[in-house]
């Protein structure tokens, strides 16, 4: 991440962890303003970012998360979610994503207000 549009611009901060979401807040060339779950923004390339959908359990959750077998809050719990733990997004619906836990061979359903890397109500298909 680099602190303005071009190679000319300080490094400001090195990401070591793939699949980590960005959001995209301004565009500029090839170049984009991103901003991450810590409210840190800088500058990075397009080629450094995915078009792949990933999202965090929210940085301000303080209680595991359930990851259900189906859309509903009385679906059976496969497993329970730290913060910051990172998701593949497959779907969503506006009330629930289905999620892949990256790294691991374990999918299902967290209520989407639980997630940073998608917005409220946004539909995912």
Same mark, same amino acid.
């Given at each position: ?17 793939? !699949? ?21 923004? &800088? ?5 450094? /970012?995915? !078009?792949?959908?990933?999202? /965090?359990? !929210?940085?301000?959750?303080? =209680?595991?998360?359930?990851?259900? =077998?189906?859309?509903?809050?009385? =679906? ?6 730290? =913060? ?18 990256? &790294? ?10 639980? /997630? ?10």
């Amino acid at each position: 991440m680099r602190v303005g549009p071009s190679l000319d611009h300080a490094t400001q901060w090195v990401y070591q962890v793939p !699949g980590l979401p960005l959001e995209i807040i301004a565009e500029y060339d090839n170049w984009r303003q991103v901003r991450d779950c810590d409210g840190i923004s &800088g500058w990075m390339h397009r080629a450094l /970012l995915s !078009g792949r959908r990933t999202a /965090l359990i !929210g940085p301000w959750i303080t =209680a595991p998360v359930p990851i259900r =077998a189906a859309p509903r809050a009385s =679906a059976n719990t496969v497993a329970n979610l730290a =913060a910051r733990v990172r998701l593949a997004v497959q779907s969503c619906d506006g009330a629930w994503c289905h999620v892949e836990i990256i &790294g691991h061979d374990l999918d299902g359903f967290v209520r989407q207000s639980a /997630l940073w890397g998608v917005y409220p109500n946004e539909k995912i298909m």
